[in-house]
């Protein structure tokens, strides 16, 4: 077979892979800008999920036997994303297997239908179209999942509970947003049968829950084999006992540096009394929260322009709201919903969560709100996802890479004072303390991801190292245990983006800017940071810069 041949055989079976996790997956399609697939749920039984292995394992066979010498250097690139994209997502399929012991189904649901109600891709009409026939699918999607859940974890039966206590006030938003559209009564009609069948099978979903819950088993963790195992498939580079001691270290050197910038702001102050200081400046209520991230997105996105820190995307936005209902118990925060790579405009969506009550403002401090929006913002997450979805390299669409995704961001908070951005002793003071965050985090990490913590110690070590209220904690530990490895990638993959850094600087010598190097990483794709580095000795090797 000739090299035209190869590539041909490469360039469908890469189409394939990508067509198939559109339809497996709809919920992704849409967050992808794929309309087609709207007004679908997926299949949520255990026949699906098997099928989808055996899929993928075919799949990855046939890549293994392509041959990358007779490739270009960017078919090459992508054959070996594929392969590890593939390989990655067959080992959590297959040895991980949380799609049996997790029945986090309630949160597919609402995640399902929040694109169509906050994303103007097309007209409301349309977009509400689609959430009904989602909704009116809702019965058999619960219903069929059922059957795959074996091995019930039961902390994750409770969240699915609290997931699911949240649905029909979704469902609410939904017909309100139908009844003030120009839809009509028929449609509308049609929505109230489908959220009476909805609310019935929540039911029923939440007496099965109940009924698995008297069987499900207390540990959660994956143990340190698997554990080791799920970070050489991520290509980090590093084992347990090494992040662990990176860890160790950054959580002493930030209190180090807290010290140091809490005396800069009063030398008599501690980092107590400086962080209470700095905590002051909080906003009245809610609303005014909101009006200082919407600021402090637009004096970021500037400076980064100004500043000729990295190209912008044409045509990106981003929105900020209030976080919905169904979603702010693993929100406990903030969060970005990246722009979707299909859709004419890249509108990045920016979820803030609100206090329970009005003591808990102090969580919106001025400065603390100004390092989240570069986290989040610019030059951040929105930047970041909108120009990695520039890329056409299908593979490389598929790659969530953490380590890159979140250790850019947390390397943002950094940089941007580094070049000026909010270069105040208060500033420095909170960006530490979220490294010092983050730090925690990756202990955390590994120790309930190797059972070392359970999760209730899991919250009492967060809650007591970072200082963080019970509730933000528990809702933080829920979802570590859910995503094994997650935590550690933001202060990991900052580490290792700033070696990077060195390393170009190195291998470029005089040639070298900051704005090629953050291009490079930004429009490179969420792709393990190995294969970054793998690319940028390649064009400096052939001077392709």
């Known amino acids: 077979m000739n090299s035209g041949d190869k590539k041909t055989e490469f360039e469908e079976l890469r189409q394939k892979v990508f067509d198939y996790v559109m339809e497996d997956n709809p919920v992704l399609a849409t967050n992808m800008g794929l309309h087609e697939y709207d007004d679908q749920l997926p299949d949520g039984s255990r026949s699906s999920r098997e099928e989808t292995i055996a899929k993928f394992n075919k799949w990855k066979s046939k890549l293994e036997n392509i041959n990358q010498d007779e490739l270009t250097n960017e078919e090459a690139d992508s054959l ?86 949240k649905l029909p006030g979704l469902l609410e938003v939904v017909k309100k947003t139908t009844a003030e559209s120009d839809l009509g009564k028929e449609e509308q009609e049609k929505l109230e049968e489908a959220v009476v069948e909805a609310r019935k099978s929540f039911e029923d979903f939440g007496n099965w829950l109940e009924k698995i819950s008297q069987e499900s088993r207390e540990g959660f963790a994956i143990g340190r084999g698997k554990f080791e195992k799920l970070l050489e498939k991520q290509k980090l580079g590093y084992g347990i006992d090494e992040i662990m001691d990176l860890g160790k270290k950054y959580l002493e050197e930030s209190r180090g540096s807290m010290e140091k910038y809490s005396r800069r702001i009063n030398e008599d102050y501690s980092v107590k009394d400086a962080l209470g200081h700095v905590e002051e400046n909080t906003p009245k209520d809610f609303s005014k929260a909101l009006t200082w991230y919407k600021g402090a997105i637009e004096e970021a996105k500037d400076y980064v322009e100004r500043k000729n820190l990295a190209t912008l995307p044409e045509n990106e936005d981003i929105t900020v709201m209030e976080t919905p209902s169904y979603l702010r118990h693993v929100i406990p925060f903030a969060a970005y919903i990246p722009p979707a790579k299909y859709d004419d405009d890249r509108e990045g969506v920016y979820l803030v969560t609100p206090p329970e009550d009005e003591e808990e403002l102090s969580r919106f401090a001025f400065w603390s709100i100004r390092n989240t929006t570069v986290h989040e913002g610019y030059p951040g997450h929105h930047l970041q996802m909108s120009a990695s979805v520039e890329s056409d390299d299908l593979f490389a669409l598929l790659s ?78 829920k979802r570590y245990t859910q995503n094994p490895s997650y935590q550690l990638s933001y202060l990991l993959g900052k580490h290792k983006l700033g070696l990077l850094r060195e390393h170009v600087k190195k291998i470029m010598g005089g040639d070298y800017r900051d704005r090629f190097f953050h291009d490079q990483l930004i429009y490179g794709g969420s792709i393990p940071i190995k294969f970054h580095r793998d690319r940028f000795n390649r064009l400096v090797e052939q001077g392709d810069y």
């Open 400 to 477: 969530h890479a953490t380590e890159t995704i979140e250790g850019w961001a947390h390397y943002c908070e950094e940089m941007m004072k580094d070049y000026g951005f909010d270069d105040t002793p208060e500033a420095r003071l909170i960006q530490l303390k979220d490294r010092r965050w983050r730090a925690a985090r990756i202990i955390a990490d590994v120790k309930l991801s190797t059972g070392k913590f359970s999760y209730r110690e899991g919250v009492e070590y967060m809650a007591d190292t970072v200082r963080m209220d019970e509730k933000s904690a528990e809702a933080e530990v």
């Open 80 to 165: 070996r994303f594929g392969k590890h994209v593939l390989g990655l997502r067959l080992f959590e399929l297959e040895e991980l297997r949380f799609w049996e012991s997790n029945p986090g189904q309630p949160q597919v649901v609402g995640s399902s239908l929040l694109p169509l109600l906050k994303r103007n891709f097309a007209p409301l009409e349309d977009r509400l179209r689609s959430a009904i026939a989602r909704i009116n699918q809702i019965p058999e999607f619960l219903d069929s999942s059922k059957d795959r859940i074996d091995d019930p974890v039961e902390l994750w039966v409770k969240m699915s509970k609290e997931s699911l206590e």
